[in-house]
């Protein structure tokens, strides 16, 4: 168990090396002068005097060492820096669009679980039969449609030809909704972000859990199970999907950083204010302190549940704390 | 290696499948030059011609033909996944291998750099790196199989110190075989099921991350891409414009058809090698 603890902290720590090396190391690596880069378009009326009071109110003349410890008092205070195109504090942008992307990413991480694995074991159950190969078909093809394309295609045809569900946003602004009618509006802007985030995850869960039941379900203790004579369902769901859906208990931290790429592309088309939305707009607009600042609470996000997946497991599996 | 894999795949029927869905994209987006009709870089008629003879998708915005565009943009998906899949396989199979031969130390360093990796959304460091870097084509090639080679190379590395304490490698290295022809000739052989598996899952991965990356407006404008046709395209997407049908949904398609191809190989190759999965296995129950 301490060596399993250990490559954690190790791998975490890389983790976090890599990011610092990403938002700290990499611009000042690079050539080209801050100051220009942030005050773009006024270069020609900076005189030499602001020129250097901006290098010193900015910190920049400090020796690196100066700068890093800077950096990181600054972001241990939850400062994530300063978006000089929205001209806002950067931890307050991602703080405004960051409960909208863990409402799609969430509720769609449960769906797609709940299906993913209620398919794939009926379908193992009934190998080769004809809801098996119809479903795995289906599957096989569904896996193939790229998130991106189920997006454009649905808001092709729900929102523009048919006019069913909003196209844009997150909920109706100005309405002055409250309560249920509230929660009704968010809702209905809901649907099909999360409808084509969903179905794009759904696949991947199906497959796996499908092939981790299909080498489940021969084992001796399933057998047993049989000649007991307890229930099909008992022994599918009990006995023998407690075991396969191991695999994807491993996976959880992986498929998380899965969900939010899906959630980048699915939120830019339909216009839903996430994270996905606002890191179009910090490339678009070429906002570096805005996409450093993503890219922080992304990577510290997918860590923090990595680490939940990982204290977890232990309970899900018991066996990973004796083979250590 | 008890397995004649490409017997077994001539009778997988999903494998084949894809592999002549693959075949057929392949040879289209290398006759690009030859098929296209027009110069998908120049004005060829009006914007928004509907489709006609001269134009099979009609043309564009700015009057470029569409079916001469798409089939450039082909050409670049499939060029990326070929890339990004041999760089971001060469990369792993270097480390993975010679961690399971060196181990120790260095062992140790890749591996934990590989799980580091796993956890960090690649999308967003390609976002920033592209944000730095001036985005050309061969630099998010390079970017995306540094940030992709971890799975391969924890799998080489698995297979690989599986391998070293089988039978017939002690005895090799017993009369004196060299490292390198054991490496040769006895451990590269039975990695190639992984190798093979490993291109094309990740051949996929790219073909989408060009599309999802263009889309999102990170690739050099002028590319022909798949994502830059629909992002350009979504921009008209209004009924009154009624482009969706030869403009947006060309792209999809294309896009859709060469995931959908890969993804049918990926899983016939799954099942070829590995034989738990094999239909002819029959199970208890």
Known sequence: MRNRTMKMVVAYLLTIFILLFLNFLLPRLLPGDAILAMYSGHETLMTEEMYAELVRMHGLDLPLHEQFFIYLTELAHGDLGYSYICHASTADLIMGALPWTLLLVGTSFILSAVAGIVLGVESSWRRGGRFDKTLLTFMLLLDGIPSLAIGITSLTVFCLYFGWFPSTGAMTPYSGAEGIEYIKDVLWHLVLPLATLTLSMIPGDYLLIRNSMLLTIREPYVLTARAKGIKNRRIKYLHAARNAILPFATRIGIRIAYLITGALFIETIFAYPGLGLLTYHAISNRDLPLMQGILTVSVILVLLINIVVDLMYKKIDPRVGYAY | ?285
Request: contains cysteine; charged residues 15%; aromatic residues 12%.
């Open chain 2, 1 to 285: 290696m008890h397995i004649k894999p490409f017997q077994e795949f001539a009778k997988d029927k999903i494998g084949v499948a894809g592999l002549v869905l693959i075949l057929f994209l392949f040879t289209t987006a290398i006759l690009a030059p030859v098929i296209a009709p027009h110069d998908p870089w120049d004005y060829s008629a009006s914007a928004f011609q509907p489709p006609s003879r001269e134009h099979l998708l009609g043309t564009n915005d700015i009057g470029y033909d569409i079916f001469s565009e798409l089939l450039w943009a082909l050409r670049t998906s499939i060029l990326f996944g070929i890339a990004v899949a041999t760089i971001t396989c060469t990369i792993g199979i270097v480390l993975g291998v010679s961690a399971a031969l060196i181990g120790g130390m260095y062992d140790m360093i890749v591996m934990r750099l590989a799980d580091a990796l796993l956890a960090i959304p690649t999308i967003m460091v390609l976002i920033l790196i592209a944000a730095y870097f001036k985005p050309s084509t061969t630099v998010l090639i390079i970017a995306l199989s540094l940030v992709l080679w971890q799975t391969i190379a924890r799998g080489m590395r698995a297979q690989t110190l599986s391998l070293k304490t089988k039978l017939y490698v002690k005895a090799a290295k017993n009369t004196g075989a060299p490292t390198s022809y054991i490496m040769y000739k006895h451990i590269m052989p039975e990695l190639f099921p992984l190798y093979a598996m490993g291109f094309v899952t990740k051949a996929r991965i790219a073909v989408f991350m060009e599309a999802g990356l263009s889309f999102l407006g990170i690739f050099d404008p002028t590319t022909k891409s798949l994502g830059i046709m629909m992002s350009y395209a979504m921009r008209y997407l209004d009924p009154c414009f009624g482009v969706w049908f030869n403009w947006l949904l060309p792209p999809v398609v294309a896009l859709s058809l060469l995931i959908i191809s890969l993804g049918l190989i990926s899983y016939a190759i799954e099942e070829i090698f590995d034989p738990r999965l094999r239909r002819n296995n029959v199970t208890p129950i």
